[in-house]
T-cell receptor
């Protein structure tokens, strides 16, 4: 059973398109995150939701919109994709202060 | 806001050499500390973590790290590396709800 699963694993799309990445965790964690890893492997947090409420929203273009229908899911929708959005996007979840983070396998987004 | 620095960006070692990767953070309050490894083309895997107690933490695959509070450091060590340790290593610090990563260290182990 995959603890944090993301779909799709790979996504190739043209500039200007709108796309979504889905994330689901079966760990019962309250908090979920989206991280972006750029071509230099730098990992930066984008969003965090705790029990369906947005708690962290870093300086991310408003073309990126997270949606959490329930605490086990955190989806990422991206409008008007740009070349610079090409990266690997990781979803993660955490059970609280005494717990670590579990990461999904990543979604490699390529905008052409 | 906290920040995390990994001073070694690229490290090349021969098999059986000893490894130490530096990690320093800036945050004055209580933190949790992590080291993650990312093998080529794969996702992040937890190597070890420090929450409290013994500042010398042992993780998987023979890795360990030492938390030195006075130096705001959490360096990763392994006495004898293997070719299969070739990967990217990330130090991370959690303060509150925020997990912040260092820039990563790319380790290459030559057979």
């Amino acid at each position: 059973d995959t603890a944090v699963s993301q779909t799709p694993k790979y996504l190739v799309t043209q500039m200007g398109n709108d796309k979504s990445i889905k994330c689901e965790q079966n760990l019962g964690h309250d908090t979920m995150y989206w991280y972006k890893q750029d071509s230099k492997k730098f990992l930066k947090i984008m969003f965090s939701y705790n029990n369906k409420e947005l708690i962290i929203n870093e300086t991310v273009p408003n073309r990126f919109s997270p949606k959490s229908p329930d605490k086990a899911h955190l989806n990422l929708h991206i409008n008007s994709l740009e070349l610079g959005d090409s990266a690997v996007y990781f979803c993660a979840s955490s059970g609280g202060d005494s717990y670590g983070y579990t990461f999904g396998s990543g979604t490699r987004l390529t905008v052409v | 806001a906290q920040s995390v620095s990994q001073h070694n960006h690229h490290v090349i070692l021969s098999e059986a050499a000893s490894l130490e990767l530096g990690c320093n953070y800036s945050y004055g309050g209580t933190v949790n500390l992590f080291w993650y490894v990312q093998y080529p083309g794969q996702h992040l895997q937890l190597l070890l973590k420090y929450f409290s107690g013994d500042p010398l933490v042992k993780g998987i695959k023979g890795f360990e790290a030492e938390f030195i509070k006075s130096k705001f450091s959490f360096n990763l060590r392994k006495p004898s590396v293997q070719w299969s340790d070739t990967a990217e290593y990330f130090c991370a610090v959690r303060a509150g709800n925020m997990l912040t990563f260092g820039g990563g260290t790319r380790l290459m182990v030559k057979p």
